[in-house]
């Protein structure tokens, strides 16, 4: 067999998101010698990125000073802002949090916004390679980082070679900068192997489902901001909604459930439709239709869950480190600042030594210290939840205490050790039916014959265990239908699992939410996954 | 012998095509767009007769505005020696993309021209036999299978009837069908050495090629929704069901 082939760089980006390109163009601005590529799996800049999104502009103000005068293609100034306690048919208008008032913020779609950023970097030199998946790290001889190892391309699913097999080649790099985002699957093997959470606590993630409307014209009012929370949740279970209103009679919407989730036949997906149905919004899509639809996990373990950012040979940056600020829902700013800070330190040291130090007394952190109690609150339910951030934000979180964060796959009741909560649900109308129809909307594509992505360590703890303690919640928690039990006479329980592994949006959450945590995500084929437009 | 490839630029086909609230068009901005796949299997064909020994340069040609450049990268990335350009900010119907390729062959002499039997966009599936025509040469559409030897090329036509074997001679122009090949994927290293590989950008305006719309589109819609469909039982129930609807 011939020696893999091998490119190197000074420095290699994984990752085309926020972050990961506002590091490499930071990083040009400052050394424009120094060699540097972002690889992306999507086969297209912002095709697997999804979010709200409100953004702070004041990081793009001080990466790219006159971005204003040449905005993103979705870049609407934020309007009023709205916030809702719902029950089933009502909706109490609540005071803003001071985290919420979003003044001067603007919303965007933050896959646009990359596919803005992308060729701004390669302007500036940088080498930006969608459709090409980052499948492994690589390691030196002392056991640094030395880079990532492309994924294969032409594998057959029984793991045999096609004819247009391609070898994945190796990209050596002096820095590798993980900017995955959520539950990176390079980052979590890295966390694993130098142990960098063993000082902090375990990372807590939320998953937020998304959908743009397009609307009948009239009904939107660019810029409107409405955020709620309350019904469809029960009071144990966090979660909430956003309705924000674009231009062009577009509204991009979306529900955002808490990973901690103690509830066992809680169903993420269909929580989202049912707030949908709430009469504070459903008349604003009826009639209208769906342009583009996903979803994506997001790190809200923030302070307390910020593993070491550093190890030898490789960096953390945006939402793979975990850098969300939860009460203001947005991470956008936090990623382009950790992404240029990094390229500030690199750019000085072309060593990866300090950034943690360095992350850890900027701004960035600064920012999730003051809200560190917030979002563990709400573990001991809404009520608790909201007199707890009520208090933290009067204080500016000086409490003397940090509330602890669990792991969310530890956080599953068994059946019948948690009593069902009434779900007050109604009829839906409106689409999507059912989440293959939502599926359609994320337009995700994988060759069929691949390899399974999702590897699933021991499958007869599906067939067994798992049915009669958590009654399989893979089948419910994913947004995509991935996770199936099919009958099986053979099996004990009638049943086995089926992994419609071509589903896959790549939201992480099986990864996360699994109770065996017997789940791994791994890559694809590169340039395999959904395809969301504008998201 | 030198291969002219056209390349066109299309919405990728996984994008879910949505037509604007106005009916002007579909929807372009923020959707990913690729290669039209008959072209990219156009390529692969001529970059295996070049690994063959039967063609020496391969040319990848685009019509289209200022940012196709990153499109045509691509193709050389797959292993085109070069590109050109061809540079309008309008759409392209048909003839006027086979009287481009005209003034291209004029100038390049190549051996063999092989299109795309139809771009996935407009599905035209019209400049190969129009370019063809106003060339004066042979013509072999719908390829499934293509052998040169002697300045002949034998291919195997997909029709309705089956597979039609014919010959043609050189210089001619092929229209590719899907299963005449399994395009490559793109190696990394091969996208850094495709952007030291040129490409000639040629004014749109310098051709002499006139540039008038000979269709006319008036305006675009989604496809009328299906119905919602009714469970039979059993055939009975079926042939009753169509007889109702006056369709037996």
């Not at chain 1, 953390?316 to 990623?335: E, R």
Request: negative net charge; aromatic residues 6%.
């Amino acid at each position: 067999m011939s020696e893999r082939e091998t490119m190197e760089y000074d420095v290699v980006v994984v990752g085309a998101g926020p972050a990961g390109l506002s590091f490499a163009i930071r990083l040009k601005q400052l050394k424009p010698d120094v060699n540097v590529c972002v690889i992306e799996k999507a086969s297209t800049i912002g095709a697997h990125i999804l979010s709200g999104a409100v953004i702070e502009p004041q990081p793009l103000d001080a990466l790219l000073p006159g971005w204003r005068d040449n905005p993103p293609p979705i870049c609407i100034p934020a309007g009023e802002d709205q916030f809702f306690l719902l029950s089933k048919t009502g909706a109490r208008k609540l005071p803003l949090p001071p985290g919420m008032h979003n003044h001067g913020n603007f919303i965007v779609s933050l896959g646009a916004l990359c596919a803005w950023l992308a060729p701004q970097a390669e302007a500036l030199g940088v080498d930006v390679f969608p459709g090409f998946a980052a499948a492994d790290n690589i390691y030196n001889e002392d056991g640094s980082v030395a880079g990532v190892r492309i994924g294969d391309m032409g594998v057959a699913k029984d793991g045999t070679h096609k004819p247009g097999y391609t070898e994945g080649i190796d990209i050596k790099a002096k820095v590798t900068v993980l900017a995955e985002g959520a539950r990176g699957s390079l980052t979590k093997q890295l966390v694993k192997r130098f142990k960098l959470d063993a000082d902090s606590d375990p990372q807590g993630y939320s998953i937020g489902i998304k959908e743009l409307w397009q609307v009948p014209a009239g009904r939107a009012t660019p810029g409107k901001i409405v955020h709620s929370f309350g019904w469809p949740a029960d009071t144990r279970t966090y979660g909430g909604g956003f309705i924000y209103h674009l231009d062009g009679d577009r509204i991009a919407l979306g529900y955002v459930s808490g990973l901690d989730y103690s509830d066992p036949e809680y169903k993420p997906w269909e929580a989202f439709q049912q707030w949908k149905h709430h009469p504070l919004i459903k008349p604003l899509l009826e009639g209208g239709s769906i342009l583009s639809a996903g979803a994506r996990a997001m790190a809200t373990g923030g302070f307390q869950s910020l593993p070491k950012v550093e190890m030898p040979g490789a960096l953390l940056i945006g939402d793979t480190a975990g850098l969300l600020n939860v009460p203001k829902i947005k991470g956008t700013h936090q990623a382009i600042k950790s992404g240029m800070l990094a390229a500030e330190h690199v750019a000085e040291t072309l060593d990866t030594r300090g950034f943690d130090a360095r992350l850890r007394g900027s701004d960035v952190m600064a920012e999730l210290k003051k809200v560190r109690n917030v979002k563990p609150g709400f573990k001991k339910g809404l009520w608790f939840g909201m007199a707890n951030a009520a208090w933290e934000t009067v204080t500016g979180g000086a409490s003397p205490w940090t509330l602890k964060n669990k792991a969310d796959w530890s956080s599953l009741h068994k059946l019948g050790e948690y009593d069902e909560p009434e779900r007050d649900y109604v009829q839906r109308t409106l689409p999507p039916r059912d989440r293959l129809a939502s599926v359609y909307f994320a337009a995700t594509e994988h060759d069929e014959d691949q390899p399974i992505h999702l590897h699933v360590a021991d499958t007869d703890i599906c067939a067994t265990k798992c049915v009669e303690e958590y009654d399989n919640p893979c089948t419910r928690f994913c947004p995509a239908n991935v996770y199936e039990m099919v009958a099986d006479e053979t099996q004990p329980h009638g049943k086995r699992l089926q992994i419609n592994s071509a589903n896959c949006v790549h939201c992480k959450t099986c990864d996360i939410k699994d109770p065996y945590e017997i789940i791994t995500w791994v890559t694809p084929e590169g340039g395999s996954g959904p395809n969301y437009q504008n998201l | 012998m030198k291969i002219l490839v056209g390349y066109k630029r299309v919405v990728d086909y996984n994008v879910r095509i949505q037509v604007k609230p106005d009916g002007s068009g579909v929807v372009t901005d923020g959707v990913k767009l690729s290669a039209n796949p008959f072209d990219d299997i156009a390529l692969e064909e001529a970059l295996r007769l070049r690994e063959k020994g039967v063609a020496e340069e391969v040319i990848v040609v685009g019509i289209g505005p200022a940012n196709l450049t990153a499109h045509l990268r691509n193709g050389l990335a797959m292993g085109a020696n070069r590109a050109i350009h061809v540079t309008t900010e309008d759409a392209v119907q048909p003839l006027t993309a086979a009287r481009v390729f005209l003034k291209l062959i004029e100038k390049e002499q190549p051996g063999l021209v092989i299109l795309g039997k139809q771009a996935i966009d407009d599905d035209a599936n019209q400049t190969g036999q129009m370019l063809a025509a106003l060339w004066d040469r042979p013509q072999a559409t719908f390829a499934g299978k293509v052998e040169i030897a002697d300045g002949k090329a034998t291919v195997t036509r997909e029709v309705d009837a089956g597979l039609e074997v014919i010959e043609a001679d050189l210089p001619a122009v092929i229209t590719t069908d899907l299963r005449l090949n399994e395009p490559r994927f793109i190696k990394l290293p091969d996208i850094m050495k495709a952007k030291s590989k040129p490409i000639d950008v040629i004014e749109f305006g310098s051709l002499g090629v006139e540039a008038h719309d000979h269709l006319k589109t008036t305006h675009y819609a989604a496809p009328a929704k299906r119905s919602k469909g009714v469970m039979v039982k059993d055939a009975a129930e079926l042939v009753a069901a169509l007889k109702q609807k006056g369709l037996l």
